[in-house]
DNA sequence: CAATCGACGCAGCAATCGACGCAACTCGTA
DNA sequence: TACGAGTTGCGTCGATTGCTGCGTCGATTG
């Protein structure tokens, strides 16, 4: 670990950017070393070489540079996006009568029972509970895939249940809805909503939605079936910093539709392409990846407000 | 203070809209930057981005553009704009490709800004509020029904406009079902709402199952695309008085699903087969089709009442 | 003496400007 | 019922603005 100071040519050759540049950035957005005397030469910590990371590797993504600059400004300890994750381990439970659910608890299995009753006021009720108590996503890995993972199973295997799937997921959507719209988002909506075309499935995004309003982030939602010309039409209309494309099968994981994104006028600052339809290898560059939830979560709050915190509204 | 100097293409962003749509608001109504320099790049302060705020909301609530212009002009203490106001008194309405609602009244137009700007929180709000004000029964007819036909004529004519459809679903979805919560209604199911077979359009269903709370009925209802068996099992297993059976085209309507409806262990009292998919010609004896929403709820209350007739205890 | 500093300027490029026009909706009128 | 007048949002076009990265220059630092 050097913790020396790093001279401004070492730093610019290192940044791949003229040391003039570096002069430029700190006298037009601040950003050099954190103890500087005018007049003397720059030394360059270990810390102000990360921020100028931050900023290098946004304009290489096309972020504005005074947006780039204020991004990397007030982000001390920033890049930690992918953390240790504790992995259930996957173990065979139950079987029996309902609907297999896993060790997901018996809160899971009391819903499940719920469900086979068609008992829609007391799928609600649970829901809603779990999503006051343990928040959203607690509640989607914990409660909702599991039991609908489960129903999907049985209906695969037994060829019915499906009015049992369809009342599970209105009343999931229609929770989670109401726990979005219970903390009303503030600011401008910077992030963008979306299913695959054809892809018809929206509850996990609906899910991300809610816990997105869930950490106060406003969002623009556009539901499920969207085609690509309506989905770049929107981002071009309205101009999102990050896009969360959906897809829950292969079927409508189209990559085509994520170049379409990067390659519409006015390209998003970040591209998710969330769901297990899509396939890592066959991703445009500059896609990237979220593998759950709590990871679309954090990777959406990151690019949260790139453009402002006015204190507006 | 002004650190807070807004691009045009940012506040565009922010409201929704077109940057030329901004321009032309500047210069057809006086609504710009306090101040600008003709030729030079306009910047908008928080003032008067508070200003083009109400605007937006004004024009959501299906005011005119021009006489909400007049509103917003005025609205903040301070510096006020000289600009070139001297607009003719007439309120005329309509422009734009907007969506075409006749004369639904101004709250559909308003509404329909709003999904064109895939503006899901006005969107949402009008319809609550409309909800709440009017009822659900007028609400469907006076202001979704005219605003979803107005997309979907428009989507058909010009293959666009696919995601305000879909956003306007899901957001008249969610208000719905904050309605029907918002009245819990008490007692058993006796009805069950379900669509045909491949149908994958819920929303009249949904504003009957909201209509029914709001009259206290309590009901079951299962979604779309429910395959016959799933039905008649649901049916078998709840034993419901009344079914209602929705279908919007007529591929989905299959007169075989309510034959079979009919020939269930606990046959329901009454079949109602709802929708512009059914033919009337073509139903089995002892289907009913109500010819819009009010009808059929009220269908569905003579059902309930003779239910406690009959069962009174 | 090499590296750097602060100041100044310049060229490329994206965003924006003003002007014009188009398409579409409403409403009054024939 | 059909049609023209009035409104309105927004696309397009050529010109301009303003941001950005970086080279240059004389002075200073290490």
């Given at each position: 670990m050097a913790d020396e100071a790093l001279s401004a040519g070492a730093v610019a050759r290192r940044l791949g950017v003229a040391v003039t540049t570096l002069r430029t950035w700190h006298q037009r957005y601040g950003l050099g070393p954190s103890e500087h005397v005018p007049g003397h030469h720059r030394r360059y910590t270990p810390a102000d070489l990360a921020r100028l990371e931050i900023m290098r590797r946004l304009t290489a993504e096309g972020v504005t540079p005074a947006e780039a600059a204020r991004w990397a400004g007030q982000?001390?300890?920033?890049?930690?996006?992918?953390g240790p994750r504790a992995r259930p381990v996957t173990a065979r439970d139950g079987g029996g009568p309902t609907i297999p659910v896993g060790r997901a608890g018996p809160v899971a299995r009391g819903l499940a029972r719920a469900a086979m009753r068609l008992d829609s006021v007391a799928i609600g009720e649970t829901i809603a509970h779990a999503l006051a108590t343990d928040g959203v996503i607690a509640t989607w890995d914990g409660l909702l895939r599991p039991v609908l993972a489960g129903i999907g199973e049985r209906h695969v295997a037994t060829a019915g249940l499906i009015e049992v799937e369809h009342l599970m997921s209105r009343c999931a959507s229609e929770a989670l809805a109401a726990a979005a719209r219970a903390r009303p988002p503030t600011g401008p909506a910077r992030i963008l909503l979306s299913c695959a075309d054809e892809e018809q499935h929206s509850l996990p995004l609906e899910a991300l939605a809610a816990a997105l309003a869930e950490a106060g982030v406003s969002y623009r939602m556009l539901g499920a079936r969207v085609p690509v010309t309506a989905l770049v039409e929107a981002v071009t209309r309205t101009g999102p910093a990050a896009v969360v494309v959906w897809s829950h099968t292969r079927a409508t994981a189209d990559p085509g539709q994520l170049s379409a994104l990067l390659a519409a006028p006015r390209r998003p600052l970040l591209v998710l392409a969330a769901g297990p339809g899509w396939r890592a290898d066959t991703l445009p560059a500059g896609v990237v990846r979220p593998a759950d939830l709590a990871e679309a979560l954090s990777l959406a709050l990151a690019v949260r407000d790139s453009l402002e915190q006015s204190t507006t509204d």
């Amino acid at each position: 670990m050097a913790d020396e100071a790093l001279s401004a040519g070492a730093v610019a050759r290192r940044l791949g950017v003229a040391v003039t540049t570096l002069r430029t950035w700190h006298q037009r957005y601040g950003l050099g070393p954190s103890e500087h005397v005018p007049g003397h030469h720059r030394r360059y910590t270990p810390a102000d070489l990360a921020r100028l990371e931050i900023m290098r590797r946004l304009t290489a993504e096309g972020v504005t540079p005074a947006e780039a600059a204020r991004w990397a400004g007030q982000a001390p300890a920033g890049v930690d996006v992918a953390g240790p994750r504790a992995r259930p381990v996957t173990a065979r439970d139950g079987g029996g009568p309902t609907i297999p659910v896993g060790r997901a608890g018996p809160v899971a299995r009391g819903l499940a029972r719920a469900a086979m009753r068609l008992d829609s006021v007391a799928i609600g009720e649970t829901i809603a509970h779990a999503l006051a108590t343990d928040g959203v996503i607690a509640t989607w890995d914990g409660l909702l895939r599991p039991v609908l993972a489960g129903i999907g199973e049985r209906h695969v295997a037994t060829a019915g249940l499906i009015e049992v799937e369809h009342l599970m997921s209105r009343c999931a959507s229609e929770a989670l809805a109401a726990a979005a719209r219970a903390r009303p988002p503030t600011g401008p909506a910077r992030i963008l909503l979306s299913c695959a075309d054809e892809e018809q499935h929206s509850l996990p995004l609906e899910a991300l939605a809610a816990a997105l309003a869930e950490a106060g982030v406003s969002y623009r939602m556009l539901g499920a079936r969207v085609p690509v010309t309506a989905l770049v039409e929107a981002v071009t209309r309205t101009g999102p910093a990050a896009v969360v494309v959906w897809s829950h099968t292969r079927a409508t994981a189209d990559p085509g539709q994520l170049s379409a994104l990067l390659a519409a006028p006015r390209r998003p600052l970040l591209v998710l392409a969330a769901g297990p339809g899509w396939r890592a290898d066959t991703l445009p560059a500059g896609v990237v990846r979220p593998a759950d939830l709590a990871e679309a979560l954090s990777l959406a709050l990151a690019v949260r407000d790139s453009l402002e915190q006015s204190t507006t509204d």
